[in-house]
């Protein structure tokens, strides 16, 4: 089964956000606005020992803070990105209590790991330095307590289904 670890932070302003995954992210109608803990991974782990995971690494994990604010992109891979402003270190931590125990052989190291949540995906340089430069003269920042954590099943079309969530303290 293949499964991601995410956030879904649900700001006042998320429409936003949405309009945008709209026009530029072909997994806009797959799955809600994220920001990306654990990648993608198949594993045939049970639910019940995720959530022993879950208990065991994430006791006494506070909630937190977020702002997500201006845009960026990443040519060679075509991704657009809402960046996180405030809460960086609290999501990097989840990240890295995540992948520990029976998620550990799961962590792709080749890649520092960046929070972000992902507005488009675009091919063409031209799209891709037209677009970034449209985003980013928006000034809008966006802002809300992260209070949960998702685990998401994906299946062979790309689209999420809640597997199960759990509440920080």
Do not use: Q, W
Not at 15 to 37: F, G, M, Q, V
């Amino acid at each position: 089964m293949k499964r991601a670890i995410i956030l879904f932070p649900n700001f006042d302003n998320i429409n936003i956000i949405k309009s945008i995954r709209e026009k530029y992210d072909p997994l806009a109608n797959c799955i809600e606005p994220h920001i990306t803990i654990v990648f993608p991974f198949d594993s045939d782990i049970s639910t019940d020992d995720l959530k022993l995971h879950f208990n065991k690494v994430l006791k006494g994990v506070k909630k937190f803070n977020v702002k997500l604010k201006d845009f960026t992109g990443d040519f060679r891979d075509g991704y657009l990105f809402l960046n996180v402003k405030k809460g960086n270190d609290n999501i990097i931590e989840l990240h890295d209590k995540l992948y520990s125990g029976i998620l550990e052989h799961f962590l792709f190291t080749k890649v520092t790991y960046c929070p972000h949540l992902t507005v488009g995906r675009l091919h063409k340089e031209s799209e891709f330095d037209k677009v970034l430069d449209e985003l980013r003269s928006l000034d809008e920042s966006f802002e809300i307590i992260i209070d949960k954590i998702y685990i998401e099943s994906i299946d062979i079309m790309e689209h999420s289904t809640i597997e199960f969530s759990f509440e920080l303290e």
